[in-house]
């Protein structure tokens, strides 16, 4: 059972004494701030500095161990960015996942622009996320409008008011979701001076009627090569009439550290610097079978790009494997000539011995054992060879391209600007 209050940002007494850990798995984002530049840590909670690594969600699930080992006290395991965690939904996903497998008791939470989220409340429900953040600085698209220079949603990009009026609708729809799932709610307004300073209330007025409980007014840090690098950062006295005005409507946050994207330790001792070598081992870690001499995927498709062909209608394979800078197809390697019986799926087996998976778009049960029992995993999803790929070799949820289109499609940015914790 999970004990919320052991939650150090939510909970501002047991700061001192529980920690917290942010699991960089999330590169993409599919928003644009007029705020961010993504040389450069996300500025909606995280101060600017170069992004220390990215992991996969494997990646993430061995240096949790080593985080634990180092920090007992950590309580929470969250996702931060680097982008925003609904543009990397698989990654995510699969991360939390192997965290209920393993660590049950962790508060888990997660930090988003809200544009992306809807699709998967229920998967957050029921991996155990708690805590849900969503960044909301306007409820009005006029003044949305001057703070996101852009909004992609699948793979349309929506600017100016229409964009702005998109994210807003998301956004709200996606505090009333979570409060409808028992999940707890911090909404972060990122405060501009002359753009929304006199708004960040009204925020707090009409996010609060929607059931969120907790408001964290974040004073703008004007970042390098950005719309607003020019503009003041708010001072202490702006942002505490703020929170008071703030606070007639909803709790305010007052002790956020407005942490990097890897963060890790307690909010008044953070450890990020001593085990930023850890995550950087863990980033270069390999799946095991790849030592296990296996480092194809065998495809089954009519023209090589989508997998759109059955297992059993595969006249031959496309042999992918890994390269520098991504995937590449290795060869076309013929099938065994279809025959009857067991004994042809025992050839295919022999025949794809090198590769770690055969990706198709159906199996039957009697050749999925065959392979399987081969040591190759065998996937019946849909969708383009090369999405899917990289569930296979990331250790994503490769499952989510079964039932769901798109299911590990991401946003555009695949830059190493931070979202939230
Ligand atoms: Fe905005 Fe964060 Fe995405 Fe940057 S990474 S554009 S600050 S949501
Ligand atoms: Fe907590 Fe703020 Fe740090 Fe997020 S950025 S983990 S809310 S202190």
Redesign the pocket.
């Known amino acids: 059972m999970k004990d919320s209050s052991k939650h150090p940002c939510f909970n501002k007494s047991s700061a001192g004494s529980c920690g917290r850990v942010h699991l960089p798995v999330a590169p993409k ?5 007029n ?4 040389k450069y840590d ?3 909670e995280s101060r600017p500095g170069v992004s220390s690594g990215v992991l996969k969600p494997f990646q993430a699930s061995t240096y949790m161990e080593k985080v634990l080992e180092a920090e007992p006290r950590i309580t929470v395991a969250g996702i931060a ?4 965690p609904f ?1 990397n939904p698989a990654e995510v996903l699969e991360t939390m996942r192997l965290l209920e497998k393993d660590h049950p008791e962790l508060i888990f939470c997660l930090s ?2 809200g ?1 992306n989220i809807l699709p998967y409340l229920d998967d957050l429900k029921d991996l155990g996320v708690s805590h849900v953040t969503i ?1 909301i600085s306007a409820v009005d698209p006029e003044i949305g409008a001057k703070i ?1 220079s852009w909004v992609k949603d699948g793979n349309v990009v929506y600017r100016g008011i229409k964009g702005a009026e998109l994210l807003l609708e998301r956004q709200l729809a996606a505090i009333k979701g979570l409060k409808e799932r028992g999940i707890t709610v911090k909404v972060n307004s ?1 405060v501009i001076p002359g753009i929304n300073d006199e708004h960040v209330v009204e925020v707090a007025k009409v996010v609060s009627e929607l059931g969120a409980d907790i408001q964290n007014l974040i004073p703008l840090k004007p970042t390098e090569d950005t719309p607003f690098h020019s503009f003041e950062e708010p001072d202490h006295k702006m942002i505490n009439r703020l929170r008071k005005e703030a606070s007639e409507y909803i709790e305010q946050m007052t002790h956020c550290r407005r942490c990097r994207a890897d963060a890790v330790g307690l909010l008044s001792n953070d450890k990020s610097g001593c085990l930023s070598g850890t995550l950087q081992a863990c980033s270069k870690l390999t799946p095991l079978n790849l030592e296990a001499g296996r480092p194809f995927v065998a495809v089954a498709s009519r023209e090589g790009m989508l997998i759109n062909q059955h297992l059993g209608e595969a006249k031959s394979f496309y042999i992918w494997g890994q390269s520098a800078d991504g995937y590449r197809l290795i060869e076309e390697r013929p099938a065994p000539t279809s025959g009857c019986g067991p004994k042809r799926w025992d050839e295919l087996a022999a025949v794809l011995k090198d590769c770690r998976a055969v990706l198709c778009a159906a199996v039957g049960e009697t050749p999925r054992l065959a392979l399987e029992e081969s040591g190759i995993a065998c996937h019946a999803i849909s969708g383009f060879i090369e999405t899917a790929l990289e569930a296979v070799y990331t250790g994503g949820n490769i499952e989510a391209l079964s039932g769901r289109r798109g299911g590990i499609a991401g ?1 555009c ?1 695949t ?1 190493t ?4 914790g």
């Open positions: 984002c599919n928003i644009q701030c705020y961010c530049n993504r996300c500025v909606n960015g680097p982008g925003d543009a988003s622009n544009m960044t996101y990122i946003g940015c830059g600007g931070l979202n939230c």
